[in-house]
């Protein structure tokens, strides 16, 4: 088969397109023919070595396919179909083995470019507002690149909820997008956004900040939330967030702060169907419409890592075999 490997770790140029052996499906597996593959942050954290990684491998955790063979002990899926997953390696190829139990189906009425973009995004919207952090409907929050892959599904999950959203992008046509996923306030990068914010909610500031930004937002997550608020640090677009002092945390209003990752709240089967599951029912009534907004051939996948990475992208990518 064809694929994607990353030989040593540093810039997209590192990405290489060949041949490499086919993966068999050990027991429990799924050996799936891609249709489609997810490009996230993540995978450029991998590359850069930010996070392990031993070259030489092939990068991605998440993309959608038709079920080819199984393995022994497979119990839910048969050839034939078409099945999502994330939080599974080496998904940058035209076959991937998928263990059952980070599989879900696709409804017919989701495309495979949706399908294979949408779980791990998706999925880290669905715990942001139901695992890390707990606001309530009436509550104020602050989601940073609102027009981003994950800022995009947050913000229509947290619409749905009845939540107010205020979002940051950096430029007009972001910002259009923002406000159609459903934010009531748009607002630029700035060095006074947390002054901003607290404009906007009478002083007070936001419930929950959500950033996955990191090092060129946190000062401002931390100045924009309320007393008694949470920052959610999940990502890290511009960078990690530089060690600091605790006790900025007391100073600030004693927030709490937590720095997630998705791995840990769908570890368990059980609870990656439940997310999953009402990650895909929310896009078939209509309450998640996910956008796919750039797609590249899988030879192309430095490109796609190289836009990502410039911040000029918008929705989810996709990569198509």
Request: hydrophobic share 40%.
């Amino acid at each position: 088969m064809r694929a994607i490997q990353v030989n040593a770790h540093g810039g997209p140029e590192v990405l290489t397109y060949g041949e490499v052996p086919d993966p068999s499906p050990g027991p429990g597996d799924l050996l799936v023919e891609t249709t489609s593959v997810g490009v996230n942050f993540i995978d450029t954290y991998l590359r850069r070595g930010l996070y392990p990684s031993q070259p030489p491998y092939i990068p991605g955790a998440e993309g959608a396919g038709v079920v080819r063979a199984v393995g022994a002990d497979v119990t839910h899926f048969s050839v034939g179909d078409r099945v999502a997953w994330c939080d599974v390696p080496a998904s940058y190829a035209e076959l991937v083995a998928v263990p059952e139990a980070k599989a879900a189906r696709v409804p017919a009425e989701v495309s495979d470019e949706v399908a294979g973009t949408l779980l791990l995004q998706g999925l880290t919207a669905h715990y942001l507002l139901d695992g890390s952090a707990y606001p309530q409907a009436g509550d104020t929050i602050l989601v940073h690149a609102g027009a981003g892959g994950v800022g995009l599904l947050l913000t229509q999950l947290a619409h749905a909820k009845h939540l107010h959203v205020i979002t940051t992008v950096s430029t007009d046509e972001k910002a259009e997008l923002s406000k159609a996923a459903g934010a009531t306030h748009v607002l630029r990068y700035a060095p006074d956004l947390g002054a901003q914010v607290r404009r906007l909610t009478d002083g007070k500031g936001v419930r929950v900040t959500y950033d996955g930004v990191g090092r060129d937002t946190f000062d401002a997550s931390l100045s924009s939330t309320a007393i008694r608020g949470t920052v959610v640090v999940f990502g890290a677009a511009s960078g990690p967030v530089p060690p600091f002092d605790l006790q900025r945390l007391n100073t600030s209003g004693s927030l709490s702060l937590t720095r997630p990752t998705l791995a840990h709240f769908i570890s368990d089967p059980d609870e990656f169907r439940w997310r999953a599951g009402e990650i895909f029912d929310a896009v078939q009534s209509g309450k998640l419409s996910p956008r796919v907004g750039q797609t590249y051939p899988l030879a192309e996948a430095s490109q796609a890592h190289t836009d990502l990475e410039s911040r000029a992208t918008t929705g989810s990518i996709a990569l198509i075999p």
